[in-house]
T-cell receptor, first 111, second 114 residues
Framework: RKEVEQDPGPFNVPEGATVAFNCTYSNSASQSFFWYRQDCRKEPKLLMSVYSSGNEDGRFTAQLNRASQYISLLIRDSKLSDSATYLCVVNSATNAGKSTFGDGTTLTVKP | DAGITQSPRYKITETGRQVTLMCHQTWSHSYMFWYRQDLGHGLRLIYYSAAADITDKGEVPDGYVVSRSKTENFPLTLESATRSQTSVYFC?????????????FGPGTRLTVT
């Protein structure tokens, strides 16, 4: 089993739709969590950190469920520019500088 | 504000040749990482470094060598390139921050081994 697993996708949604991605992790002692965005094999860029209390940034909401060991990303009112691959990232508790990346979920927003 | 740079951006080499990919960051971040990304796989960690002169293996280290004599540089060497090492290579750096360790990525090097 992979340390970090994501919805396989791809997700194809119309503009304006709400879409949610889930990501599960296997190490219950994991310390910190992130969502990254990657466009067309360019470098990944941080989208948002994920906090225990949940956090929101405009149309994006991230949630963490430590009991069930998953994180989620909700995108409301999807835009064409949201089309990308979204990577779930989990940091080790024993080596806080080392991250494990999920394989990513591809989102295509269509007009 | 250069951030993190990689060179070369594109490289074609022949099987058996040695090739070095360069990574340079201007933030004085403690941590640096090398990943490879292949179709059908996510980012896979090759090597990482917690500080100058401290390196450790990641998930797929075989066939690669790293060094970190200076905080800002983290070169990755393929000692004898093989076709299976054709990939996109990303370097990243991070520093401890409240809330976790955000990683900043370079633009990547596309390596083709013929």
């Amino acid at each position: 089993r992979k340390e970090v697993e994501q919805d396989p996708g791809p997700f194809n949604v119309p503009e304006g739709a709400t879409v949610a991605f889930n990501c599960t992790y296997s190490n219950s002692a994991s310390q910190s969590f992130f969502w990254y965005r990657q466009d067309c094999r360019k470098e990944p860029k941080l989208l948002m950190s994920v906090y225990s209390s949940g956090n929101e940034d405009g149309r994006f909401t991230a949630q963490l469920n430590r009991a069930s060991q998953y994180i989620s990303l909700l995108i409301r009112d999807s835009k064409l520019s949201d089309s990308a691959t979204y990577l779930c990232v989990v940091n080790s508790a024993t080596n806080a500088g080392k991250s494990t990346f999920g394989d990513g979920t591809t989102l295509t927003v269509k007009p | 504000d250069a951030g993190i740079t990689q060179s070369p951006r594109y490289k074609i080499t022949e099987t058996g040749r040695q090739v070095t990919l360069m990574c340079h960051q201007t933030w004085s971040h403690s941590y640096m990482f090398w990943y490879r990304q292949d179709l059908g796989h996510g980012l896979r960690l090759i090597y990482y470094s917690a500080a100058a002169d401290i390196t450790d293996k990641g998930e797929v280290p075989d066939g690669y060598v790293v060094s970190r004599s200076k905080t800002e540089n983290f070169p990755l060497t393929l000692e004898s390139a093989t076709r299976s090492q054709t990939s996109v290579y990303f370097c990243a750096s991070s520093e401890s921050q409240a809330g976790g360790y955000e990683q900043y990525f370079g633009p990547g090097t596309r390596l083709t081994v013929t």
